[in-house]
């Protein structure tokens, strides 16, 4: 059985507060019962590295 589950970001913003950006997916209960962790594009993270906005991160399951 397949249920929506919500993908929050763990970027940040330049002022250093959460970016807010969340994604929303389905997932398999029966196979997959820990919580699901994907590297994803957030547009709003800020990259310390580059100067810029948007990199990849990681984003982790919540409620929806």
Known sequence: MREKIKLISTGLTKE????GTFR????????????????????RAYNTE???SGM???FEEGKI
């Open 16 to 19: 250093g507060k959460k970016t």
């Open 24 to 43: 929303t997916t389905t997932k398999n209960k029966r196979t997959k019962t820990e919580k699901l962790k994907l590297k994803r594009f957030d547009k």
């Open 50 to 52: 580059t100067g810029k």
């Open 56 to 58: 990849h991160v990681l």
